[in-house]
């Protein structure tokens, strides 16, 4: 019997280590699958798709959201485009700030104009 007792006991402190060991194995697997060597993470392939389908139906009569293309170099990545804020994990777009941040007066008058593209109504955007 305490055998028996001594087995169970053992059993009761290796199997929470195991667990813990296998949770840290399977977080630190998961985070090097979304970060690369700078700890950056890319935004999500659908949501620039979207968004530069936005930007195509705005009118930016500024030119504020010139950042907003996809030409192939390290401006790519739309969590650096002007007005984009995105998650520091997963790379989904959150926020979109599209204010006119240099105003040298107070100017109430919306400059963006067009309409929703319907392309963005079946897109699946996180925000």
């Given at each position: 019997?305490n055998?028996a007792?001594?087995?169970?006991?053992k059993?009761?402190?290796?199997?929470?280590?195991?667990i813990?060991?296998?949770?840290?194995?399977?977080?630190?697997?998961?985070?090097?699958?979304?970060?690369?060597?700078?700890?950056?993470?890319?935004?999500v392939e659908?949501?620039?798709?979207?968004?530069?389908s936005?930007?195509?139906?705005?009118?930016?009569?500024?030119?504020?959201?010139t950042?907003?293309?996809?030409?192939?170099?390290?401006?790519?990545?739309?969590?650096?485009?002007?007005g984009?804020?995105?998650?520091?994990?997963?790379?989904?777009?959150?926020q979109?700030?599209?204010a006119?941040?240099y105003?040298?007066?107070?100017?109430?008058?919306?400059?963006y104009?067009?309409?929703?593209?319907?392309?963005?109504?079946?897109?699946?955007?996180?925000?």
């Amino acid at each position: 019997m305490n055998m028996a007792l001594y087995s169970l006991n053992k059993l009761t402190i290796t199997l929470p280590l195991l667990i813990l060991i296998f949770m840290l194995h399977v977080e630190a697997t998961t985070k090097t699958k979304h970060h690369n060597d700078d700890d950056h993470v890319l935004c999500v392939e659908s949501e620039k798709q979207a968004l530069l389908s936005f930007k195509q139906d705005l009118v930016d009569p500024f030119n504020r959201l010139t950042s907003w293309a996809a030409n192939g170099d390290d401006d790519d990545d739309c969590c650096n485009w002007t007005g984009i804020i995105c998650d520091s994990i997963t790379g989904h777009v959150k926020q979109l700030q599209l204010a006119n941040t240099y105003k040298d007066y107070v100017d109430l008058e919306n400059k963006y104009g067009g309409g929703l593209s319907s392309k963005l109504k079946v897109a699946k955007v996180h925000l």
